[in-house]
């Protein structure tokens, strides 16, 4: 998934602690989430106040539309919050 | 036995860091409110809706891949997470809890020494390690004049540690040292002004921002760039956690922090200070009950903290008027 | 070229032609005139640093660190209560496996005030994951920081380096010194050039969380194995030093007569230049005694103390500081580095030149004295505070 460093023994690793991107996108932070935001596009106005808005820049901006990464979401609810339109909808993850 | 270097698989992901979100094309979109480019990533560890993410995320859009940044002991020390995980793409160093002053000084030095100029050099600290712990080092850093950008951003407690208090805690407010109690022992010392404190050094250009403006913060943050000399911003970054409101709230509860004044949107460049007054308005009561954290007080102690808010409001404004004058004549 | 200078000036100049690129360093007696050259030395353009004027010897060390991360060699000097004041950086600059190199001149920890030599400052860095040299003479100075540079910017080294002289003995006395010129020393030492650095085009960070599970205790083990090397690399590249300056910086300890001495004194700093004049007077009165001098605390010099003292029937170390609660830290370490060694002679401690107090030659004779006595009639006192105003009391 994410290419990071096979750290073993003592002689692995640098001299010091050292690392280096992309590797906090090795960490699924979506596994976090109680709710789940859902943007229901057909009232999306694309004014991308929900990628603005979100702290972990798990909203990407792909051909001009908000597409939220659930690998790292948390569902803190902002982007919900900030829509202008109130098009985000946080639903509650349920196991399946 | 000499140490074995990370395998060389590893070594080619810091050359060309492959950033998803990245634009083929320099240029944003014509719909994106902010400069598009990530350079802090997910996979943080900062809590739900945490206001000093979004601090982070805006200033790293502002400075570009050509920054370095100094990160004292704070929420941000952490956020990157464990080892091996970081959530940026720009050369970054984590550092003591007092010294973000001392060590911009360093890196601007070094690369000074290196004859490189045009690298933004960025320390990070929180409010505890900024107003308590690291004002010896900010204080310096601003006196001989590094060219370096400090940023304190303010969740007005030490959050990393678990709430306790700071010098930069508002007056009224609950933290774990400021606990209420029968002796109703809350925060009772006014908020440390670092603002004012920067201004009493003749630094060239200083700025509060807050999460809540973006724009003005990405601008604020450029204008420090151009500054050949040291400048300070203060940027309001509200912590759920620490100021018990829901996570969605976070952008809300720092507008209204500016619509009623209790955290003002103003700039003071060369001793002139420019504020940015806004149409909204609230009371400083419906900021105060967004947070859990204030909600202990009395109409009474509300009233006094209204007042307060108020009459430095009234402060500030005179300010403007008469530097602004000073400076035309 | 031959001058005459301090043991300060010296620091400074070596500081010069190793070309250090960022210096940082606040104001302390008695190391004061150390950064007055470099400043002077800057502001003429013959030394071209940038020189960070900070606010206090905690920041200095933090500039420096942060300096050295993005790839500058970087140089300061302090004293006492400056460097028990850094000593949290010093712990960092280890861990962050920097190789920063400073010239501490050993002075006492008050309070009382006192400006004057003593080990207790240095000596109370010890864990902190830094080389330490301590030298008996200012040509020592210069030599050791040259040195230094060159096995601390190794790649399988990277650690920091403290270089001592002591307060005034040193830091303030003229000696003739021989100063090379800054070509002899940039073919000696090449530029500082890491691989781990803060580098605009490979991204990295430094100095995250580690977990218990993963990876701190590796790292802890790497400054060990970094030491091990680096002891290793002093006496190898002492040749490459006698090739380049016409004299070999020397071992990690020095021996003076000990080949077939009886009686032998183990001592750091310019008491053990001191010791090497009361060894002669009594090796003129037919004792046969000798001195081993420590020039590196750390990396500590077991095997080759081990070696050094092995035929000797007594030891006694001397300390210009000491652990309360316990004993003088030289003589512990020296101690225990015999323990399991083929040779346990009897040892004694001696705490001596306490804030500066003076330790002449007939001091150490009369140690010498002691020593005997003990060869004689069994050890008694195992640490003595010497030239005490006044009889110890308490256990012995």
Same mark, same amino acid.
């Given at each position: 998934m994410v290419d990071r460093p096979d750290y073993r023994t003592w002689r692995d690793?640098?001299?010091?602690?050292v690392c280096w991107y992309p590797s906090a996108l090795g960490n699924p932070t979506g596994g976090w989430r109680t709710y789940r935001p859902v943007i229901h596009m057909d009232k999306c106005i694309h004014c991308a106040q929900c990628w603005q808005g979100c702290p972990d820049a798990a909203i990407h901006w792909v051909d001009d539309s908000p597409e939220v990464d659930y690998e790292q979401c948390k569902g803190c609810g902002i982007c919900a919050h900030e829509c202008p339109v109130d098009t985000i909808e946080m639903v509650l993850e349920v196991k399946e | 036995m000499a140490d074995t270097k990370a395998t060389p698989k590893a070594q080619k992901?810091?050359?060309?860091?492959?950033?998803?979100?990245?634009?083929?094309?320099?240029k944003a979109p014509k719909r994106l409110p902010l400069p598009e480019q990530e350079l802090m990533y997910s996979g943080h560890v900062g809590c739900l809706g945490c206001g000093a993410c979004h601090a982070m995320r805006y200033t790293l859009k502002a400075t570009g891949p050509r920054t370095i940044l100094s990160i004292p002991a704070c929420c941000w020390a952490v956020m990157p997470g464990v080892f091996p995980n970081t959530c940026f793409s720009i050369p970054h160093v984590n550092t003591a809890f007092e010294v973000t002053g001392a060590s911009i000084s360093g890196i601007r030095a070094a690369l000074d020494a290196k004859g490189v100029k045009d690298v933004a050099v960025v320390g990070w600290a929180g409010d505890g390690g900024t107003a308590d712990i690291g004002i010896q080092a900010l204080s310096g850093m601003v006196e001989r004049g590094t060219r370096a950008i400090y940023v304190m951003y303010d969740n007005?407690?030490?959050?990393?540690?678990?709430?306790q208090r700071s010098s930069s805690t508002p007056v009224g407010a609950w933290t774990t040292t400021t606990p209420v109690g029968a002796t109703r022992d809350y925060k009772k010392a006014p908020k440390k002004n670092i603002v004012e404190i920067m201004v009493a050094h003749g630094i060239p250009y200083t700025a509060t921002a807050s999460v809540a403006w973006p724009k003005d913060l990405i601008e604020k943050v450029q204008k420090a760039m151009s500054v050949q000399g040291p400048s300070f911003l203060h940027i309001f970054a509200p912590c759920p956690t620490g100021w018990r409101h829901p996570p969605e709230l976070t952008l809300e509860v720092a507008r209204i922090a500016t619509y009623s004044r209790v955290f003002p949107i103003f700039e003071v460049e060369r001793g002139v200070y420019k504020v940015k007054q806004h149409k909204k308005e609230a009371t400083v009561k419906e900021y105060l009950q967004m947070q859990g954290r204030f909600r202990h007080l009395t109409e009474e102690e509300i009233a006094a903290i209204q007042a307060s808010v108020d009459q430095a409001w009234k402060v500030l404004l005179a300010k403007e008027k008469f530097t602004t004058e000073m400076a035309r004549a | 070229m031959r001058k005459v200078i301090t043991g300060n000036y010296t620091a400074s100049y070596a500081a010069k032609l190793c070309r250090a690129e960022v210096v940082a360093a606040y104001p302390i007696t008695p190391q004061t005139s150390i950064v007055e050259k470099l400043a002077e030395f800057v502001s003429s353009g013959e030394m071209k640093s940038q020189y960070i004027k900070v606010e206090s010897e905690h920041s200095a060390m933090a500039a420096c660190i942060s300096a050295a991360q993005v790839g500058a060699r970087t140089f300061t000097a302090t004293s006492s209560h400056g460097l028990v004041l850094m000593h949290e950086m010093l712990h960092w600059a280890a861990g962050a496996r920097l190789p920063i190199v400073m010239a501490n001149v050993n002075r006492a920890i008050a309070p009382p005030w006192s400006v004057w030599a003593d080990h207790t400052d240095s000596m109370s860095q010890r864990d902190t994951g830094w080389m330490q040299f301590y030298c008996e003479s200012n040509q020592e100075v210069l030599d050791t920081i040259i040195m230094a540079y060159r096995v601390c910017e190794q790649p399988d080294v990277l650690l920091p380096a403290m270089v001592n002289m002591d307060a005034f003995i040193l830091s303030h006395t003229s000696e003739v010194v021989n100063v090379p010129d800054i070509k002899e020393v940039d073919a000696f030492l090449p530029p500082f050039s890491p691989e781990w650095r803060l580098d605009i085009e490979h991204p990295k960070s430094f100095g995250s969380l580690a977990g218990p599970a993963s990876f701190y205790m590796e790292w802890r083990y790497k400054i060990q194995h970094a030491m091990d090397v680096a002891a290793k690399r002093f006496k190898e590249e002492s040749r490459a030093f006698e090739r380049h300056f016409g004299r070999p910086w020397g071992g990690l300890i020095d021996c003076y007569?000990?080949?077939?001495?009886?009686a032998v004194m183990v001592a750091m700093g310019t008491m053990a230049s001191t010791a090497k004049q009361a060894v002669d007077d009594m090796r003129d009165k037919g004792h046969r005694v000798g001195l081993v001098r420590i020039r590196a605390f750390r990396p500590f010099p077991t095997a080759d103390l081990r070696e050094a003292l092995k035929g000797a029937k007594v030891v006694g170390v001397m300390d210009r500081s000491h652990t309360f609660g316990h004993e003088g830290p030289v003589f512990t370490e020296v101690k225990a580095s015999l323990y399991n060694g083929a040779a346990r002679p009897p040892m004694a401690g001696f705490t001596v030149g306490i804030g500066g107090r003076d330790v002449l030659d007939t001091t150490i004779a009369g140690l010498y004295g002691r020593l005997y006595d003990a060869l004689d009639? =069994?050890? =008694?006192?195992?640490v003595s505070w010497i030239d005490l105003k006044g009889d110890e009391e308490g256990v012995a």
């Open positions: 690793v640098p001299p010091m602690p | 992901a810091t050359t060309a860091p492959k950033d998803p979100t990245a634009p083929k094309a320099p007005e407690a030490y959050m990393n540690t678990g709430i | 007569r000990t080949a077939d001495a009886d009639r =069994g050890l =008694g006192r195992e």
